[in-house]
């Protein structure tokens, strides 16, 4: 990873200054690596360029704040108690309701369209197709087998009541989980607040009111191997701008093994992106997040 960005920054010290470039990287500590090479490499004053993480790149471009993980859980906490007055303490609610909010941040960094079908309860395997229409016929046929054996574990179980507690538990909190998701989007934006997923989401929904003087001149995109959705469409849409450059570790030995799964998102990256006009050599940059 440091050889990588050591040849990074080498292709962009001998260009005509470094103002008006901002580098982002998957995370702080890569933006400091490269940082160093660069200092390194250069012999006068110039005005310096800006560097950042991803998440800090989404930020500049909303008016929404990332709200602390506390103040997460507990807005989570303070819907659920809404939605299910009978509900269970916070104690006993913090492990849910971190897996919830994880899981709420991944369906909005993914840009997932139909979220509430994603959370629909289909009790009647049979309706899938009609719920499920955008699936994937594998995709629809997993569904199926995963809630008709539901159903009949349910029913094989009925004899034991901590078992059929169990049941009933997963699908009343199943239920819950697109009002719960609403319901907490609209807590968040009433106050200016977000989670990184839906910071992202909105940025990305919300992108032609965007006001130009928030946009930087030049964005260059380094270390960046498997792209969330939100992640390709920003960088997508600063392209087709004619603002942003991607640096990928091109010749990677673990990328360029077909056998290895990185291969595939540096293939599909390769594929999505005008970073493909680029020299080969210049393509370089491992992805380091902790």
Known sequence: ?????????????????LQGYTFVFPNQRAGL???????????????SPKFMSINQCFAELSDLRLADSLTLLLRLYAEYQRLRPDNEGLERFIYWGRMMLTDFSEIDNHMVAHVEALFANVRDWHAIDEHFAFLSEDQRLALARFW???????????????????????LYTWELLWPLYKALRESLKQDGLAYEGMLHREVLEHWHEIPQQRLREKYVFIGFN????????????????????????????????EENK?????????????SNKLHKESLSAMQDKP
């Open 262 to 274: 990185a291969s595939l998102f540096m293939s599909s990256n390769i594929a999505d992106s005008s």
């Open 1 to 17: 990873m440091r050889g990588s960005l050591d040849k990074i920054a080498d292709i962009f010290v001998q260009r005509d200054g």
């Open 33 to 47: 690596f490269f940082r160093k090479y660069l200092s390194q490499k250069i012999a006068s004053p110039i005005f």
């Open 226 to 257: 498997a792209l969330t959705g939100s992640e390709r469409q920003l960088i997508n849409q600063l392209q087709a701008m004619g603002r942003a450059e991607l640096y990928f570790d091109y010749d990677s030995p673990f990328l360029c093994d």
């Open 148 to 170: 008709k054996e539901f159903e009949d574990s349910d029913i094989r179980h009925k004899t034991n009541d901590e078992s059929s507690k169990m049941h009933r538990e997963f």
